[in-house]
């Protein structure tokens, strides 16, 4: 069974520009979240999406915003790049009571 | 709002040693999730512990919850270098998908 591919793996960005990141759940999984991993503030959960319908939302300013399409499919979207944007941005997918299984993540630098 | 947190942050232990870690989480969760991480990697889903007494165990490593201290522990029998790697425990809000993350225990495992 195919687990949870995240696209693109590696991001270089400059700052003002917009990023999108693609994250594939595993089949049948119909939940995504999204995760922001940093050295210095750790894994922060960003949002939740199920069923097209964004369910919970971490504390991260408006810039990031995300959307799920009726195949699962999620993407995720910052606006206006800053420079502590820079992270590992990782997806997970889950049935709905199940584990949350990681895909490989998107590392994104901003300069 | 939840807070997690681990001890030890770093570990340093030699090969054939035995040693725990320690997961505290401050307000009821419904579950509590252990995930190991390699450098450049993403996390890889250890355990899932359920209810009050939970014991998981897994080759050397083995996993307990008690819900009423809000404590986890992840205990590390006989250590080999293979299990050199960051661990995180996470605990999930009663109600929704959201994990927080306690800050990760690098492990060391030297031979």
């Known amino acids: 069974k195919a687990g949870v591919t995240q696209t693109p793996r590696y991001l270089i960005k400059t700052r003002g520009q917009q990023v999108t990141l693609s994250c594939s759940p595993i089949?049948?999984?119909?939940?995504v979240s999204w995760y922001q991993q940093t050295p210095g503030q750790g894994l922060q959960f960003l949002f939740e999406?199920?069923?097209?319908?964004?369910?919970n939302k971490g504390n991260f300013p408006g810039r990031f915003s995300g959307r799920q399409f009726s195949n699962s499919r999620s993407e995720m979207n910052v606006s206006t790049l800053e420079l502590g944007d820079s992270a590992l941005y990782l997806c997970?997918?889950?049935?709905?009571?199940?584990?949350?299984?990681f895909g490989p993540g998107t590392r994104l630098t901003v300069l | 709002e939840l807070k997690v947190e681990q001890n030890p942050l770093f570990l340093s232990m030699q090969e054939g040693k035995n040693y725990t870690i320690y997961c505290n989480y401050s307000?009821?969760?419904?579950?509590l999730y252990w995930y190991r991480q390699d450098p450049g990697k993403s996390l890889e889903s250890l355990f899932v512990?359920?209810?009050?007494?939970a014991v998981k165990q897994e080759g050397r490593l083995m996993a307990s919850l008690d819900t009423k201290a809000r404590l986890s522990t992840l205990h590390i029998t006989a250590a080999v270098h293979d299990l050199s790697a960051t661990y995180f425990c996470?605990?999930?809000?009663?109600?929704?998908?959201?994990?927080?993350f306690g800050e990760g225990t690098q492990l060391t495992v030297n031979p």
């Open positions: 089949s049948g999984h119909r939940s």
């Open positions: 307000t009821t969760s419904d579950r």
């Open positions: 997970a997918s889950r049935r709905i009571t199940d584990t949350q299984y």
């Open positions: 996470a605990a999930k809000e009663t109600s929704g998908s959201r994990l927080t």
């Open positions: 512990l359920l209810s009050n007494g």
């Open positions: 999406y199920f069923s097209e319908t964004q369910r």
